[in-house]
């Protein structure tokens, strides 16, 4: 029970009634359960070129190659990769940079896949970088570190405002960040 | 009143094991309304409790759990508000110790104080409300903004967002300091974020204080003390203080970035908008450091008057909360606090002075004798 409170979203009643039902149920379902869920440890692994969730070696989408290889958009989480391509407004690659800068919470530029970033915009020929850390203080910083760190070696554009603030980009619905990727701009 | 005339107003007020009160309700006419009754009586947890349902914070107390009646686990108010524009509300607050507040608008519950609080409903003066003008900055610079954020748009976000930004620049100082790992050129991007928050508040005490410095200085000759006043603000760091608005917000950035060495071997951010002081006096006398206890007391009640007009011409009439403060004014003082008050909005009066006489020295105003008048039936 305390493994299932772990998960997100599922408090302590729930696990609760999430464990009753897992003994009220014949114990073959409950262990074909266990064999995914032991089966999707062992198969997902970070992503070696964007750090998103892998079964095969790449992730599906830098598996594949009809993409626009001069974009990379950089998100916080990879939970943010699935808003966007349901946008259908973005044809690039993409690159999770693990988290956002925090110093009170002790999260540096190191802790964060920042040089692995650089070394791909070198690599790959991206044309343009365009950041899409949450719009909360911490993403807005990352991102400002961001063009820092990337001023005059590519294009950097950040999502346009007017996604919710304080939010992360998991939660905005498909149309507010379809014009927030249309209207991105240029970070001077 | 306000743009369009609008008050706030509070009608109705229930109050449950809230200091010495187990149970308490009280109706609330919309003109002065003088609470007379010895000391003790609970004259002050009535205005306490109209504070709490409006801002959800005692002017009094900063402990919450001071409020609660000795051997109650809880306390609880409710208010019904008269809201400028959207009509009569009732509020909920209840506290319990270690648990905290539980808030609700007319029956719905509200998950954040920030979303419930109405910022300028309410001006109080509570004789630790010297703490205005002899406190310290801190103390002046809070009776500044909470005035601010219900004239300003925007202005309590900023606040806000400065803060955050500024703790984040403290921590990540005082890690590069123990050389946990953080650069101090990493301070940059929080530098921004704290140079375009702390623009705005700048910009919005900047206005505030041009809008009220003229009010302050009449109601202080007014009420008997000097000709001359003024408010000032004391910008920190004090020498971006000629900086007009447009420039502000680079001349702070560039100015943190110059003092990343000094701040990171102090651990914090030395200055900016979060150490602003206001300077409050006559001609060039410093009230806040020289002034007598009645001289600070005359113009803590001009600020606070002068906070009343700018609400009432910028947003909205606040109802005025007056504790214990005639007993200490000669007749002459009293006779010019009671004519600024009684300008058709609500005003509450406690006093526990029986040389004063409400019927007569405040004309119009409903006398409520505490506890006798109080329906405290459970
Ligand atoms: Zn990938």
Redesign the interface.
Known sequence: MAELSRLPGIGARSAQRLAFHLLRQPSERSLALAAALTGLAERIHPCPRCFSFAEDELCPICADQRRDPSLLCVVEEPSAILPIERTSEYRGYYHVLGGA????D?V???DLRIAELLARVEAEGVAEVVIATNPT??G??????LA?ALRGKVRITRLASGLPVGADLEHADELTLGRALLGRRELA | MGPSGASWRVSALELRDVRSWHRASLVLGPGVTVLTGHNGAGKTSLVEAVVLAAVGASPRSGQMGDLVRHGERALHVRATLAVPGRGETVRDLGYQPRVGRRLAEDGVPVASLAAWRRPGSVLVFVPEELRAVKGPPAARRRGLDRVLEAVVPGFTEAVATYGAALAQRNALLRRAKTGDGAAVADAAPWEAQMAAAGAAVTRGRRQGIAMMAAPFARWLADLGGASGGAVRLEASPSRLDGVGDDGWQDAFRAYLADRRGRDAAAGMTLAGPHRDDLWIGWDDFDARRLGSQGEQRTAALALLLAHRDLLRERAARPILLLDDVFSELDPGRRHALVEAVTDGGQTIITTADTGFEPQREVPGAVVVRVPDDVDAAA
Do not use: H
């Open positions: 800068l925090s110093p009170i002790g540096d530029p190191d203080m911490t807005e910083a990352t991102a400002l570190y820092d």
